[in-house]
């Protein structure tokens, strides 16, 4: 078959798609950096530095059923997750990811053209996600702080609307909508999903309000807190109608065992990762208040494991790409709403340290 005879079979609306751009993997980079590979520090795709729980690893080495499908029904999951977090097992699915439950939920709620909202700047999964499932996407610009206008989302809500999404805290710019803000939205009785991918380093949750508002849902991760994100599993918290027909339609085997196992044993030293919690706050504090002094550079107050920064004087891409160079890896924003910025994972101290020791030797470069 010719690529033009490909190209006709390809849906209009996705051929023209803006791909969703994900992190660089630092093998990939060859002879763009200055250091090996094995020097190179991720700080671009909010990974925790310090990895998963010991427990996970032993539990990893021990299993042996390789050659088995795991649970379809994700029973062991949904149970020990009840437990965690005090939720009825009914209302939880797990998946490959909490982008394919995002995926799976978009896939349940609209038709073609129906409605989501979706307030920018935010995680660009809600875009593109919206659009590959024939989803009209619906933005309302944040505010100056990166704060949503309760009003001008309720005026964008229309007989078409299926869904309003939400990221708290919002990744890239790490600030938080208070709860009586999204009670507001619950009260529209439109369908509300919060994504809570770092809620572990807030501390607040939408969570107790699931039996008030049958319109409310929240996903999670273990990617960030607990260290797995190379296994990919998320979850998410729904109304028991919804988490029946996620269940439904969902792929069959769509967590791996691997994931099943390490899920199973982090939640048994939830302490442990939790202390490495602490550790990333107590540095992303400290960051914040280094990144302050450089006066090229405005970093916003984060509340997740990373620190959004605008560049006042010079290139964010120049400076991106001179980071690169020495090593440093880096998230570049120059998008509607976040021109000249970058985002920053929380490293451990001596990568933080190096973060900053190269930083502040740039500002020459980035103006040249």
């Keep these: ?98 982008g394919e439950l995002l995926d799976d939920l978009y896939a349940l709620l609209l038709e073609n053209g129906d409605e989501v909202i979706n307030c920018v700047p935010t995680f660009d999964m809600f875009r593109f996600r919206t659009l590959v499932n024939r989803g009209k996407l619906v933005n309302v610009p944040r505010d100056s702080s990166f704060d949503i206008d309760i009003g001008k989302i309720k005026a964008a809500i229309t007989k078409k609307t299926r869904l309003i999404v939400l990221a708290n805290p919002n990744n890239p710019t790490g600030n938080v909508t208070p709860q009586k803000d999204l009670l507001t939205l619950a009260e529209t009785g439109v369908p509300l999903l919060v994504d809570e991918a770092y809620y572990e380093f807030w501390g607040e949750t939408i969570l107790p309000q699931v039996d ?70 107590a540095e992303r504090e400290r960051l914040f208040a280094e990144l302050q002094k450089i006066s090229w550079l405005k970093p916003y107050p984060s509340q997740a494991n990373f620190i959004f920064c605008v560049v006042k004087k010079g290139s964010a891409l120049k400076l991106v790409q001179a980071l690169q160079r020495k090593g440093i890896l880096v998230r570049y924003y120059d998008q509607p709403l976040l021109e000249n910025s970058f985002r920053v994972s929380i490293g451990k101290p001596e990568q933080n340290g190096k973060f900053l020791q190269i930083l502040r030797g740039l500002e020459a470069e980035i103006n040249g």
């Design 1 to 98: 078959m010719s690529p033009e005879r490909i190209e006709k079979l390809i849906r209009k609306d996705l051929s023209a798609l803006g791909a969703y751009s994900a992190h660089k993997a630092p093998e990939t980079l060859g002879s763009t950096t200055e250091v090996p590979v094995e020097e190179i520090i991720k700080l671009d795709a909010n990974e925790n530095p310090y990895g998963c729980s010991p427990k996970s690893l032993a539990a990893l080495a021990e299993a042996r059923n390789w050659h088995k499908y795991p649970d379809s029904l994700q029973t062991s999951l949904r149970d020990a997750l009840q437990q965690h977090m005090g939720v009825a097992a009914d209302r939880i699915v797990c998946s490959n990811g909490s």
């Design 212 to 281: 008030k508002y049958p319109n409310l849902m929240v996903l999670r991760t273990f990617s960030k807190w607990a260290g797995l994100a190379g296994l990919r599993i998320g979850y998410g918290i729904f109304p028991p109608e919804i988490a029946r027909y996620l269940m439904k339609i969902k792929l069959p085997y769509n967590v791996s065992l691997a994931a099943t196992v390490a899920v199973l044993a982090a939640l048994k030293d939830v302490d442990y990762l939790m202390g490495n919690v602490r550790k990333l706050i």
